[in-house]
């Protein structure tokens, strides 16, 4: 049988049930679906591939999902370092983007970001940002998948000047987009601090009837849910429950000031929770009990936040905090074992963002978001177990070959679809700018 690519690898890992990892195995690709996986030799009698790439010393892995990101805050990456979030955002962050905030940033800044998590085996990302029409442009334009956020505020920005207007953008996006295969949309009120009821109630409807999943800042500081009881003696969980909006269609971001009341709800309701370890480190933020939640049954993914605070899109290295934050917090060394922060970087991102159908897992069937990391380097050596070296002792930078719906956008580490040398005068420049405030 003929088809249009064949990797074969030293280690292929599906992330499926069973966590099985299949070695000198693999993966045969055609009309950018995973079609069969197999031993090398069976593959070599059974295709006849247009490409075969042979990778003897790598593994191969779903792609990367980062489910949680601001894209374009990588042009703001290191400028307001070592404050807590509030004074971060208020004195720094917004105000830069009041002053430079355009279709230009969101552009470059979404560039670079894309750039960054390509080379570091991210094949989708969720984003929640200004412009998202622009956002979606790029990623259309350079081969990733991406879950575009419907942002919506109640104060006026560059992008919509209230909630309405918000909203409304935001909806004739969605119908724009709704065609294009390797982009979704989500609806993102930006936070409870920022979003009122009526606007919460509106997006809830328009939810459900797009089957449109709701993506929103949740419980993110301490400061955050004293405010919120202090106006209305509700937490924010409780306020966004009595409005509906916690199901399995909700997507709480952050999640560091819960206890077992809040643990128990998102449970019962099905919502899922992004954990963004090393942000809400940075920022002091706090813990999300990941382990508490895993065990409760709670669908949990993992994602960065922007580059302004964390400061970088690794995924890999977001895997490996999330692993050993879990298991300092919980006091359990055998807590959030490597395989399942491996999921939580993969299929439960996948879940989360309702695309787990198409992408998330090496399945027959799903798309080929593909990555390869190569383990023959010195420091993932000796190799007893390719997971946990790939999760407690891999970087980024041993990401070789990334492929997206059977697209190869990073080959033998070279971008296919980027500019490095252009996109670095971009960002320069940028840099220039937002220096003067």
Known sequence: ??????????????????????????????????????????????????????????????GLINSHTHASMSLMRGVADDLPLMDWLQNHIWPLEQKWMNEAFVRDGTDLAIAEMIRGGTTCFNDMYYFPDIAAQQAIKHGIRASIGLIVIDFPTVWAENSESYMEKGLALHEQLRHQALITTTFAPHAPYTVSDEPLSKIHTFANELELQIHMHLHETEHEIQDQQQKTKQTPIQRLHQLGLLSPSFMAVHMTQIDDNDIKLIAQTGTHIIHCPESNLKLASGFCPIAKCLEAGINIALGTDGAASNNDLDMLGEMRTAALLAKGVSGDASAVPAITVL?????????????????????????????????????????????????YAASRQQVTDVWVAGKQLLNNRELTTLNIADLKLKVSEWQKRLKTV
């Open 343 to 391: 999921k939580m970087a993969t299929i439960n991102g996948a879940k989360a963002l309702g695309i787990d159908h198409l992408t998330g897992s090496l399945s027959i069937g799903k798309s080929a978001d593909v990555i390869a990391i190569d383990l023959d380097v010195l420091e993932t050596q000796p190799l007893y177990d390719p997971i946990s070296q790939i999760v």
């Open 1 to 62: 049988m003929k088809v249009d690519l064949l990797i074969q690898a030293g280690w292929v890992i599906p992330v499926e049930e069973g966590s099985v990892t299949h070695k000198n195995h693999a993966l045969v690709i055609h009309n950018d679906k995973i079609i069969d996986l197999l031993p090398i030799d069976q593959s070599e009698q059974k295709y006849q591939a247009k490409t075969v790439k042979k990778l003897p010393n790598h593994a191969l892995l779903p």
